[in-house]
């Protein structure tokens, strides 16, 4: 079914075989809107009631033998994907949710309350640029107008509300938690690779997701001055990049003291130099993450500290700014949620065979976790490898998170 | 005279006065030509016998009281320019040693061996991609076909040969200092601006110039593997950003400890990356200097040990590779002329006013010294700014040091 639903938005080809390929399905895009048309039938013909909010949220909801009021137990992910994604980041997780809706319809089987599927919209923010950002609106973090209102990345004429409606996804029902109006979730467990290589490197089948970590993004722009390397003494330079360096070294050390991550993936030098010329302007981006934002706000500080200090060292200083980009609290899932998926992966693949552990990337359950127990599923990835044309994931450790998935909706409905 | 000649090259406006322009004045360029032709003419003028060797080099002689067939005590420096760059850089030293022989005609004033001019071709290695080309196949350093084939930096099918051919330079006189077929020295003094900020921030007129520092120049590629800045522990990341920091900041380290210069110019990602990925590629330049060229094989020894040190730590370790791109030794410049070069100065500002210092940078008289007596005299230069349109020294500065290069020769006659 993954690959069925791949040839709408299948692109950058790596091998022979027909699923050797990436995805290019940028949300609302006219692939997007294809699988969303394929949701819906397959949905409806497992006997559920779709509803679409004004985010374009795709609720699907089959219902329990109890008839109860009571909001669906939710297995939600997302089915858009970077402009050179892969074909399980996302994908897998409303898929594997349809396999699990299928397995009890096929086997007659009824769960005590209503369960469903959710499908967030443009969780990547790759089009539109706002990561998680459906999710965010439906837990009340961004306003709908907002949401509305984020442009696509290369025609800023195309808004979110726009494609929205032309695609008919701008729904009537409000994209809230709250139940006067909008579409509450009993809970939401979400299945997804785990986009890092611990699982694999540990030779573990599931990974039981205990929260999210919590990050926040800089860029740090230091100025100094052009001068010669042969003829300026040490002393004389304001050398940005040699201080640069000492920062990006410093928060690494910092980061491992505090048991954390501290990285540094852009690094600029606006002006081309040479091979004998100190550089003027140098910026970074520095990605600071631990699961407890007390820890994330201490390295920070011990990071500002250290590269003020830094900024002075090595000759006559540099200038240093920075701007905050993201500021992303850390999620802590719920421990029901958490026991449901521990007794479900203990029985299929044994106590040995998962480890708890904390998502290093956020998810649209950051989002959800603040209005209804939620944890997350995950399973491993080839070499770690996500957001790459390569990303990949066994069939059979797909089969497994499936049905880690199905057992932890049953574990949970019986709670 | 100086303002004069750059009226040929005049470019990158930066003040209202008509002087405050810089130069892009590329060698055996049209303007090159013209003021080629300018030196010629001005020197002829002057009674000098204009000689033109199979590189360009233009050697104006004036005949001594002696009438000895003995090689002439030469001033020399270079009139093309960076395509950003001065009006002082090599200019001045052609320019100044126009105005000591004019001084001497105008007073009446006979030496007692021949002295003369050297206008050396391409010292900036800006068009022709080779710095101090001219003067290193006159000292044998580099085969004259050698440098004949360097290709224009933005068109391959014009080379150093042709563009000799085109303008009338390409000269019958062997490109050497051999007695019997080139052109030898009896000495070589080369005025010049420091093009660093030692003179002008310890208030001193005169550097009289001991040698220049040997110097190395390397490019690093450092290859390890992308992966999510959220998801991956350090210790199984490959990330060669956080090893290339830690090698830039530990090369400063060494060279602080030998008392050398260790710089990096160049910082490149090949592939461009994101907040929350590691790269997988890094290159970045090393320039290592120092006056003795021990030293400055001790800080590459230490740095090469301590960079394969830096390329283990921090996870699974990143591939290094280098490349050595320049390889140029000190120079350790003539005691007599040196000699010559204190009294002069001595004499005019003082045995305060002065000091002895080493080259940083690269000269032609890195490759006289290698064939004749030669040493250089410096002249202080605002901000040691210098390959910039901005950069100036003062009239005053260029008359004092017009003036000790006029005293050092006569100095150095008398010697
Ligand atoms: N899942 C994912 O890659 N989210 C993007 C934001 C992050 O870097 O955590
Ligand atoms: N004078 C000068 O800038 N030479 C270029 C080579 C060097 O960097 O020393």
């Not at 390929?21 to 940028?26: I, Q």
């Not at 909008?182 to 490197?201: D, M, N, R, S, V």
Request: charged share 20%.
């Amino acid at each position: 079914t993954l690959h069925y639903t791949c040839q709408w938005g299948a692109a950058n080809r790596y091998g022979e075989k027909p699923t050797e390929t990436g995805m290019s399905r940028l949300a609302l895009s006219d692939d997007d809107a294809q699988v969303r048309r394929w949701f819906r039938q397959e949905t409806e013909r497992l006997g559920c009631k779709v509803t679409i909010d004004q985010m374009g949220n795709m609720f699907a909801r089959r219902t329990g033998a109890l008839r109860s009021s009571a909001p669906m137990t939710a297995m939600g992910s997302h089915l858009d994907t970077q402009p050179r994604g892969g074909r399980y980041d996302g994908i897998l997780g409303v898929v594997a949710a349809v396999e699990v809706l299928r397995t009890m319809e096929e086997n007659g089987y009824q769960t005590q309350y209503d369960v469903g599927i959710v499908n967030w919209t443009n969780e990547e923010g790759a089009r539109f640029p706002k990561s998680m950002v459906s999710s965010a609106v439906w837990a009340g973090d961004i306003p709908v107008e907002k949401a509305w209102a984020l442009q696509d990345i290369s025609d800023p004429s195309v808004t979110m509300k726009s494609e929205l409606q032309r695609h008919g996804y701008l729904g009537e029902v409000a994209c809230s938690s709250d139940p006067a109006d909008g579409y509450p979730l009993g809970a939401h467990f979400e299945l997804h690779i785990e986009q890092g290589p611990i699982l694999e490197q540990t030779a573990k089948k599931i990974g039981v997701v205990t929260g999210t970590q919590g990050y926040r993004w800089f860029t740090f722009t230091l100025t100094g001055r052009n001068a010669h390397t042969g003829t300026t003494p040490f002393r004389m330079r304001r050398d940005p990049l040699l201080a640069a360096s000492k920062m990006i070294a410093s928060s690494n050390a910092i980061a491992k003291k505090f048991g954390g991550l501290a990285s540094t993936g852009i690094f600029k030098m606006p002006i081309d130099s040479s091979t004998n010329t100190v550089p003027s302007e140098i910026s970074f981006s520095l990605d600071i993450r631990h699961p407890d934002d007390r820890v994330v706000a201490a390295i920070e500080k011990s990071c500002l500290e250290s590269f003020r200090d830094v900024a002075q060292e090595d000759g006559a200083g540099v200038d240093i700014s920075w701007t905050l980009d993201t500021d992303s609290p850390a999620a802590v899932f719920d421990k029901q949620c958490i026991s449901a998926v521990e007794q479900a992966a203990s029985s299929l693949v044994g106590p040995d065979g998962w480890l708890h552990i904390a998502s290093g990337a956020g998810h649209d359950s950051v989002g959800t976790s603040k209005r209804c127990p939620t944890t997350m599923i995950f399973v491993p990835c080839k070499d770690g490898v996500s957001h790459h044309p390569e990303e990949y994931c066994s069939q059979k450790d797909c089969a497994i998170g499936t049905q880690v998935l199905l057992d932890s909706i049953l574990v949970y409905d019986g709670f």
